[in-house]
Protein backbone atom coordinates (compact mmCIF):
# COMPACT_ATOMS: atom_id res chain seq x y z
CA UNK A 1 0.00 0.00 0.00
CA UNK A 2 1.12 3.32 -0.78
CA UNK A 3 0.92 6.31 1.44
CA UNK A 4 -0.19 9.83 0.71
CA UNK A 5 2.98 10.59 -0.33
CA UNK A 6 3.73 8.31 -2.49
CA UNK A 7 5.68 5.67 -0.70
CA UNK A 8 5.23 2.21 -0.65
CA UNK A 9 5.00 0.57 2.53
CA UNK A 10 6.29 -2.62 2.82
CA UNK A 11 8.01 -2.96 6.04
CA UNK A 12 6.45 -3.35 10.05
CA UNK A 13 8.54 -3.30 12.90
CA UNK A 14 7.13 -4.80 16.16
CA UNK A 15 8.03 -4.62 19.57
CA UNK A 16 7.14 -7.69 21.86
CA UNK A 17 8.59 -6.44 24.78
CA UNK A 18 9.84 -3.12 26.35
CA UNK A 19 11.67 -5.34 28.63
CA UNK A 20 15.78 -4.90 27.96
CA UNK A 21 18.86 -6.86 29.91
CA UNK A 22 20.66 -3.42 29.34
CA UNK A 23 20.48 0.11 29.75
CA UNK A 24 21.95 1.75 27.10
CA UNK A 25 22.51 5.54 27.89
CA UNK A 26 21.12 7.07 24.95
CA UNK A 27 17.76 4.77 25.24
CA UNK A 28 16.40 5.02 28.41
CA UNK A 29 17.65 7.31 31.56
CA UNK A 30 19.91 6.21 34.00
CA UNK A 31 16.96 5.48 36.85
CA UNK A 32 15.19 3.67 34.27
CA UNK A 33 11.39 3.33 33.02
CA UNK A 34 8.19 2.22 34.14
CA UNK A 35 8.36 -1.57 32.85
CA UNK A 36 4.50 -2.22 31.67
CA UNK A 37 2.54 -4.93 33.46
CA UNK A 38 1.77 -8.33 31.44
CA UNK A 39 -1.95 -7.44 30.60
CA UNK A 40 -0.60 -4.46 28.89
CA UNK A 41 1.56 -6.45 26.49
CA UNK A 42 -0.24 -7.74 23.45
CA UNK A 43 -0.32 -11.32 23.23
CA UNK A 44 1.63 -13.39 21.00
CA UNK A 45 -1.66 -14.42 18.93
CA UNK A 46 -2.56 -10.45 18.81
CA UNK A 47 0.39 -9.66 17.60
CA UNK A 48 -0.03 -12.35 14.76
CA UNK A 49 -2.69 -10.69 13.96
CA UNK A 50 -1.37 -7.78 13.34
CA UNK A 51 1.06 -8.87 11.05
CA UNK A 52 -1.39 -11.11 8.94
CA UNK A 53 -3.49 -8.01 8.26
CA UNK A 54 -0.18 -6.12 7.67
CA UNK A 55 0.52 -8.39 4.82
CA UNK A 56 -2.67 -8.07 3.34
CA UNK A 57 -1.67 -4.22 3.09
CA UNK A 58 1.29 -5.06 1.35
CA UNK A 59 3.65 -5.37 4.00
CA UNK A 60 6.10 -8.07 3.19
CA UNK A 61 9.27 -7.47 5.97
CA UNK A 62 8.85 -7.46 9.76
CA UNK A 63 11.65 -6.78 12.27
CA UNK A 64 10.60 -8.08 15.91
CA UNK A 65 12.29 -5.71 18.38
CA UNK A 66 11.89 -4.60 21.90
CA UNK A 67 13.21 -3.65 24.26
CA UNK A 68 15.53 -6.61 24.01
CA UNK A 69 13.26 -9.25 22.10
CA UNK A 70 15.17 -12.09 23.45
CA UNK A 71 14.15 -11.76 27.22
CA UNK A 72 10.40 -12.38 26.43
CA UNK A 73 9.14 -16.27 27.00
CA UNK A 74 8.13 -17.99 24.02
CA UNK A 75 10.06 -15.99 21.06
CA UNK A 76 11.48 -18.78 19.26
CA UNK A 77 7.65 -20.11 18.81
CA UNK A 78 6.35 -17.03 18.14
CA UNK A 79 9.06 -16.47 15.19
CA UNK A 80 7.94 -20.21 13.54
CA UNK A 81 4.37 -18.77 13.34
CA UNK A 82 5.66 -15.25 12.10
CA UNK A 83 7.51 -16.40 8.91
CA UNK A 84 4.53 -18.70 8.33
CA UNK A 85 2.31 -15.65 7.74
CA UNK A 86 1.28 -15.69 3.99
CA UNK A 87 2.78 -12.41 2.15
CA UNK A 88 5.66 -12.26 4.55
CA UNK A 89 8.97 -12.33 2.85
CA UNK A 90 11.67 -11.50 5.54
CA UNK A 91 11.97 -11.75 9.29
CA UNK A 92 14.72 -10.14 11.07
CA UNK A 93 15.18 -9.51 14.47
CA UNK A 94 17.37 -6.74 16.50
CA UNK A 95 19.10 -7.57 19.72
CA UNK A 96 21.58 -6.39 21.98
CA UNK A 97 23.54 -9.83 21.46
CA UNK A 98 23.60 -10.78 25.00
CA UNK A 99 21.43 -13.70 24.74
CA UNK A 100 22.36 -14.55 21.26
CA UNK A 101 25.09 -17.24 21.65
CA UNK A 102 22.38 -19.33 22.71
CA UNK A 103 19.36 -18.75 20.98
CA UNK A 104 21.29 -18.11 17.49
CA UNK A 105 20.38 -21.85 15.68
CA UNK A 106 17.31 -21.71 17.11
CA UNK A 107 16.56 -18.35 15.67
CA UNK A 108 17.43 -19.29 12.11
CA UNK A 109 15.80 -22.45 12.86
CA UNK A 110 12.32 -20.46 13.55
CA UNK A 111 13.06 -18.33 10.27
CA UNK A 112 14.94 -15.72 11.18
CA UNK A 113 17.13 -14.68 8.27
CA UNK A 114 19.07 -11.44 9.40
CA UNK A 115 20.01 -9.90 12.83
CA UNK A 116 20.62 -6.13 13.36
CA UNK A 117 22.93 -6.28 16.91
CA UNK A 118 23.17 -2.78 18.59
CA UNK A 119 26.79 -2.68 18.94
CA UNK A 120 28.21 0.66 20.24
CA UNK A 121 32.36 -0.71 21.17
CA UNK A 122 34.42 -2.87 20.70
CA UNK A 123 36.36 -1.58 23.78
CA UNK A 124 35.15 -3.72 27.31
CA UNK A 125 35.43 -0.26 29.75
CA UNK A 126 33.52 1.57 27.02
CA UNK A 127 30.71 -1.14 26.79
CA UNK A 128 30.34 -1.47 30.31
CA UNK A 129 29.89 2.14 30.33
CA UNK A 130 27.74 2.94 27.37
CA UNK A 131 25.16 0.10 28.24
CA UNK A 132 25.43 0.42 31.70
CA UNK A 133 26.97 -3.06 32.55
CA UNK A 134 26.88 -5.48 29.17
CA UNK A 135 29.43 -7.84 28.95
CA UNK A 136 31.31 -7.21 25.34
CA UNK A 137 32.24 -10.62 25.98
CA UNK A 138 28.76 -12.14 25.56
CA UNK A 139 28.14 -10.04 22.68
CA UNK A 140 31.07 -11.26 20.66
CA UNK A 141 30.30 -14.74 21.24
CA UNK A 142 26.78 -14.12 20.05
CA UNK A 143 28.44 -12.94 16.76
CA UNK A 144 30.06 -15.67 16.47
CA UNK A 145 27.35 -18.10 17.05
CA UNK A 146 25.47 -16.07 14.57
CA UNK A 147 27.96 -16.85 11.84
CA UNK A 148 27.89 -20.61 12.45
CA UNK A 149 23.66 -20.43 12.40
CA UNK A 150 24.01 -18.65 8.87
CA UNK A 151 22.22 -15.22 10.17
CA UNK A 152 23.07 -12.41 7.88
CA UNK A 153 24.29 -9.36 10.60
CA UNK A 154 24.29 -5.79 10.84
CA UNK A 155 25.89 -3.63 13.68
CA UNK A 156 24.64 -0.63 14.33
CA UNK A 157 26.80 1.84 16.37
CA UNK A 158 25.46 5.34 17.65
CA UNK A 159 28.59 7.53 17.21
CA UNK A 160 28.37 9.44 19.91
CA UNK A 161 31.26 12.33 19.92
CA UNK A 162 33.58 12.19 23.12
CA UNK A 163 31.99 8.71 23.67
CA UNK A 164 33.28 6.51 21.12
CA UNK A 165 33.71 8.04 17.73
CA UNK A 166 37.31 6.82 18.06
CA UNK A 167 36.12 3.62 17.21
CA UNK A 168 34.77 4.84 13.82
CA UNK A 169 37.65 3.26 11.86
CA UNK A 170 38.40 0.25 13.96
CA UNK A 171 34.09 -0.52 13.80
CA UNK A 172 34.45 -0.01 9.86
CA UNK A 173 37.79 -2.67 9.38
CA UNK A 174 35.38 -5.16 10.92
CA UNK A 175 33.57 -5.24 7.42
CA UNK A 176 37.29 -6.10 5.24
CA UNK A 177 36.80 -9.90 7.50
CA UNK A 178 33.56 -10.33 8.20
CA UNK A 179 30.38 -10.47 6.00
CA UNK A 180 29.14 -8.21 8.23
CA UNK A 181 27.31 -4.52 7.08
CA UNK A 182 28.50 -1.82 9.49
CA UNK A 183 26.24 0.88 9.68
CA UNK A 184 27.14 4.20 11.82
CA UNK A 185 24.31 6.05 13.32
CA UNK A 186 23.35 9.39 14.17
CA UNK A 187 22.77 10.03 18.04
CA UNK A 188 19.18 11.04 18.28
CA UNK A 189 18.03 13.38 21.61
CA UNK A 190 15.15 10.58 21.94
CA UNK A 191 15.67 11.25 26.02
CA UNK A 192 17.20 14.70 25.99
CA UNK A 193 20.24 13.89 27.59
CA UNK A 194 22.05 17.34 28.82
CA UNK A 195 24.36 18.95 26.42
CA UNK A 196 22.32 16.16 23.97
CA UNK A 197 23.75 18.69 20.53
CA UNK A 198 27.41 18.17 21.44
CA UNK A 199 27.70 14.55 20.89
CA UNK A 200 26.28 14.41 17.44
CA UNK A 201 28.94 13.28 14.83
CA UNK A 202 27.09 13.96 11.55
CA UNK A 203 26.86 11.22 8.61
CA UNK A 204 29.00 14.22 6.52
CA UNK A 205 31.58 13.91 9.14
CA UNK A 206 31.59 10.21 9.79
CA UNK A 207 31.96 9.66 6.08
CA UNK A 208 35.16 11.72 5.60
CA UNK A 209 36.70 10.16 8.17
CA UNK A 210 36.30 7.01 6.96
CA UNK A 211 37.32 8.22 3.35
CA UNK A 212 40.79 9.66 5.49
CA UNK A 213 41.47 5.69 6.01
CA UNK A 214 39.67 3.27 3.38
CA UNK A 215 39.17 3.61 -0.46
CA UNK A 216 35.09 3.35 -0.57
CA UNK A 217 32.58 2.77 -3.31
CA UNK A 218 29.44 3.84 -3.55
CA UNK A 219 26.86 0.42 -3.89
CA UNK A 220 23.39 -0.17 -4.76
CA UNK A 221 20.76 -0.56 -1.57
CA UNK A 222 19.18 -3.95 -0.88
CA UNK A 223 15.72 -4.35 -1.07
CA UNK A 224 13.61 -3.70 1.39
CA UNK A 225 16.78 -2.09 2.73
CA UNK A 226 16.41 0.22 5.50
CA UNK A 227 17.43 3.91 5.56
CA UNK A 228 21.24 3.58 5.64
CA UNK A 229 23.44 5.21 2.41
CA UNK A 230 25.45 2.20 1.53
CA UNK A 231 29.48 1.74 0.86
CA UNK A 232 32.07 -0.80 0.45
CA UNK A 233 35.88 -0.84 1.13
CA UNK A 234 37.75 -1.81 -1.42
CA UNK A 235 38.22 -5.67 -0.90
CA UNK A 236 36.17 -6.00 1.65
CA UNK A 237 33.91 -8.90 2.33
CA UNK A 238 31.35 -6.58 4.51
CA UNK A 239 29.55 -3.12 3.70
CA UNK A 240 29.12 -0.53 5.52
CA UNK A 241 26.29 2.05 6.18
CA UNK A 242 25.62 5.82 7.11
CA UNK A 243 22.77 6.41 8.67
CA UNK A 244 21.41 10.45 9.56
CA UNK A 245 18.59 10.95 11.25
CA UNK A 246 19.78 14.50 12.36
CA UNK A 247 21.70 16.02 9.57
CA UNK A 248 19.74 14.83 6.76
CA UNK A 249 15.99 13.71 6.20
CA UNK A 250 15.57 9.89 4.98
CA UNK A 251 12.07 10.20 5.21
CA UNK A 252 11.37 10.42 1.57
CA UNK A 253 12.27 6.97 1.30
CA UNK A 254 10.81 5.36 4.44
CA UNK A 255 8.94 2.52 3.66
CA UNK A 256 8.21 1.83 7.62
CA UNK A 257 5.39 1.98 9.79
CA UNK A 258 5.88 0.60 13.71
CA UNK A 259 3.72 -1.36 16.37
CA UNK A 260 4.60 -1.17 20.22
CA UNK A 261 4.29 -3.56 22.61
CA UNK A 262 1.18 -2.36 24.10
CA UNK A 263 -0.01 -2.23 20.77
CA UNK A 264 0.09 1.72 19.69
CA UNK A 265 0.44 1.82 15.84
CA UNK A 266 2.92 4.57 14.58
CA UNK A 267 3.79 5.52 11.45
CA UNK A 268 6.79 7.61 12.42
CA UNK A 269 9.54 6.74 15.56
CA UNK A 270 9.77 10.79 15.81
CA UNK A 271 6.21 11.73 16.06
CA UNK A 272 4.31 11.62 19.05
CA UNK A 273 1.66 10.16 16.89
CA UNK A 274 -0.13 7.14 17.57
CA UNK A 275 -3.13 4.70 17.32
CA UNK A 276 -4.00 2.55 19.83
CA UNK A 277 -5.18 -1.13 17.98
CA UNK A 278 -6.25 -2.91 21.54
CA UNK A 279 -10.18 -1.93 20.52
CA UNK A 280 -9.30 -3.32 17.08
CA UNK A 281 -8.17 -6.77 18.17
CA UNK A 282 -11.21 -6.94 20.33
CA UNK A 283 -13.22 -7.70 17.36
CA UNK A 284 -14.12 -11.22 15.85
CA UNK A 285 -12.50 -10.47 12.88
CA UNK A 286 -9.89 -8.18 10.99
CA UNK A 287 -12.35 -5.44 9.28
CA UNK A 288 -11.66 -2.94 11.62
CA UNK A 289 -8.06 -3.49 12.01
CA UNK A 290 -7.39 -3.72 8.57
CA UNK A 291 -8.89 -0.10 8.12
CA UNK A 292 -7.38 1.52 11.18
CA UNK A 293 -3.93 0.02 9.45
CA UNK A 294 -4.81 2.04 6.18
CA UNK A 295 -5.44 5.06 8.39
CA UNK A 296 -2.07 5.07 10.09
CA UNK A 297 -0.66 4.22 6.67
CA UNK A 298 -2.05 7.26 4.90
CA UNK A 299 -1.04 9.71 7.72
CA UNK A 300 2.36 9.05 7.44
CA UNK A 301 4.29 12.21 7.82
CA UNK A 302 6.37 13.75 4.83
CA UNK A 303 9.06 14.05 7.60
CA UNK A 304 9.73 13.84 10.81
CA UNK A 305 10.18 17.28 12.85
CA UNK A 306 13.09 16.67 15.19
CA UNK A 307 15.28 19.65 14.49
CA UNK A 308 16.92 21.98 16.82
CA UNK A 309 14.14 24.68 15.57
CA UNK A 310 11.03 22.40 15.30
CA UNK A 311 10.91 19.91 17.90
CA UNK A 312 8.04 20.21 20.23
CA UNK A 313 8.24 16.27 20.99
CA UNK A 314 8.04 14.60 24.23
CA UNK A 315 11.33 12.70 25.16
CA UNK A 316 10.61 8.62 25.02
CA UNK A 317 12.60 5.48 25.85
CA UNK A 318 13.47 3.90 22.75
CA UNK A 319 13.16 0.23 24.63
CA UNK A 320 9.44 1.72 24.84
CA UNK A 321 8.89 3.07 21.30
CA UNK A 322 10.87 -0.49 19.63
CA UNK A 323 13.40 1.95 17.59
Not at 6 to 32: K, V
Not at 131 to 147: M, P, S
Not at 161 to 189: C, Q, T
Request: positive net charge.
Amino acid sequence: MKDNFGRSINYLRLSITDRCNMRCQYCMPAEGVVKKTCGEILRYEEMLRIVETAALLGVRKVRVTGGEPLVRKGVIGFLQQLSAISGIKEIALTTNGLLLAEQAAALRQAGVSRLNVSLDSLDRRTFAEITRGGELDKVRAGLDAAAKAGLQVKLNMVVMRGVNDHEIIPFAALSRKHPWSVRFIEYMPTIREPQWRQKIVTGAEILTRLREHFELQTITSERFCGPAKPYRIAGAFGTLGIITPMSEHFCGACNRIRVTSTGLAKSCLLSGAAVDLTACLRQPDNVALQKTLRKVIASKPGEHQLTDELDDSVPFSMAQIGG
